[in-house]
């Protein structure tokens, strides 16, 4: 079953790609397992799948000791982080997707042992109980970011609405396309800001056509029938 999902979506993949004049290679599916078990993310891993995020420390850590055989594994932290758990997770990591407060990043400056892929979470949709920058923040925030020599901005991250209609997912990410190419701008050195993490099961088709270069990918791989 789940190799048959894993197919599906690559071929939708392309299929958006096609669609846009991309190519596939420029995206990265990261299959999120933090509905699933080590085994079922083992399966994974053996079709293929390189890229394994979890939203949660400790089920990061735990999954991440299970398939320890797998060097070649690249974790993402897509989830929301505490201050108080940046030391047990930053240098486990590959990716951190959430970056959305100077505390934190300044918490990271001090635990990482080298440089943390970071994307900036921002709240676009403007829903309250979202969390991220605000977009009118979002430059003087990346600002305050010089210095801190642990903390790369590789892009941003944003997620639409659950019940967010079509118009409203592109609008939503057509947005942070525009925020992360005004970054980009810049030429900052900690901040190239080239990728952006939008697209989950439901809308990773729209993100792509908007310019997603990260795909987050739970359910979609594991439903049966
Ligand atoms: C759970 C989660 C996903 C994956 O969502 P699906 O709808 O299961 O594909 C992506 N991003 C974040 C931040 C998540 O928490």
Redesign the pocket.
Same mark, same amino acid.
């Given at each position: 079953m789940i190799a048959e999902n894993l197919h599906k979506i690559e071929q939708e993949i392309q299929e958006s790609c096609a669609l846009v004049s991309r190519k596939p290679q420029e995206i990265t599916m990261?299959a999120?397992t933090?509905?699933v078990d080590s085994k079922t993310a083992n399966e994974l891993v053996e079709l293929g799948v390189s890229d394994l /995020?979890e939203?949660r420390v400790d089920k990061l850590l735990e999954k991440r000791q299970s398939l320890s055989q797998h060097q070649q594994i690249k974790w993402h932290l897509?989830?929301n982080l505490q201050r108080r758990k940046v030391k047990l997770i930053i240098n486990e990591i590959d990716y951190f997707? /959430?970056l959305d407060s100077l505390r934190l990043a300044q918490e990271i400056q001090k635990r990482a042992e080298h440089q943390i892929k970071c994307f900036i979470e921002v709240n676009v949709s403007g829903e309250e109980s979202k969390h991220g920058i605000k977009p009118d923040e979002l430059h003087s925030f990346i600002n305050e970011l010089e210095g801190l020599d642990k903390i790369h901005v590789i892009g941003l991250?944003t997620?639409a609405p659950?019940e967010a209609s079509q118009q409203e997912v592109q609008t939503i990410f057509s947005t942070l396309k525009k925020l992360q190419e005004s970054v980009k701008e810049q030429n900052l050195r900690y901040a190239p800001c080239t990728e952006l993490?939008m697209?989950?099961?439901?809308d990773?088709k729209t993100a792509i056509e908007e310019g997603a270069t990260f795909v987050?990918?739970?359910?979609?791989?594991?439903r049966k029938g």
């Open positions: 990261v999120v933090k509905s /995020a939203n897509i989830g997707h /959430a991250m997620m659950y993490s697209g989950m099961s439901q990773f987050r990918i739970g359910t979609a791989l594991f």
